[in-house]
């Protein structure tokens, strides 16, 4: 105990007396404070690097579900394109299958009609033939509802006004499907419209 006072003594002597002493002790308490400093300094600095670890980890993740939806995307891409391409078959398929079955249901009742479709600047036409004095005008679809009635008769009357050297003193309108809604049937026949399927007549041609 006396020796430990004694040496506080001889420092605070020292302290008091001697110039380098002070200054060497200055420097040491300096340097501790540095020390401690630099001590604060790489505990924040780690602190941040953890931070900075963690939102690189989080970007990783990000990165990794961006990808994901990516490739959903392209796959949904590919997937509508191929349904694209498979309608577009069906299509021209069915639009082939309705011509061949017109010309055949015209030829049993003596009409010879070459039919193709029209194309023209602002309207489309899926079946169109014309000979002597009847012409056809036609349109195809998987499923026949009152809307493609509507759709046809407005292309008729189209044709009517903007194109009328296609038309002949006799005009046929046709809808041919693959199924027909009982409202059509009812739509087409108030219309004197011809609907059919590749089995039967679903309506009477106006001929």
């Known amino acids: 105990m006396a020796s430990s006072r004694s040496m506080k003594s001889g420092i605070l002597k020292l302290l008091k007396e001697d110039e380098e002493f002070r200054y060497a002790v200055s420097g040491f308490i300096g340097l501790a404070d540095t020390l401690k400093r630099f001590e604060e300094h790489d505990r924040k600095f780690n602190e941040i690097i953890a931070r900075l670890d963690e939102h690189s980890k989080r970007f990783e993740e990000h ?6 939806i990516l490739g959903e995307i392209r796959e949904l891409k590919i ?12 299509s021209l ?4 299958e309705a011509r061949e079955v017109l010309t055949q249901r015209l030829r049993a009742r003596g009409i010879e009609l070459e039919l193709s479709n029209l194309v023209l600047p602002d309207l489309e036409i899926n079946v169109y033939g014309a000979s002597g004095n009847l012409c056809l005008i036609g349109e195809v679809s998987t499923r026949a509802g009152i809307g493609i009635i509507g759709a046809l008769n407005k292309k008729a009357a189209e044709l009517s006004k903007k194109y009328p050297q296609y038309l002949k003193e006799k005009m046929v309108k046709a809808v041919y499907t693959m199924y027909a809604t009982p409202d059509a049937v009812k739509e087409a026949r108030a219309n004197g419209v011809w609907l059919l399927k590749a089995t039967e007549d679903l309506t009477q041609p106006p001929i």
């Open 79 to 90: 997937s509508v394109s191929n349904i694209s391409a498979y309608i577009e078959r069906v």
């Open 93 to 96: 398929t069915i639009e082939e």
């Open 63 to 68: 990165d990794r579900k961006f990808n994901e």
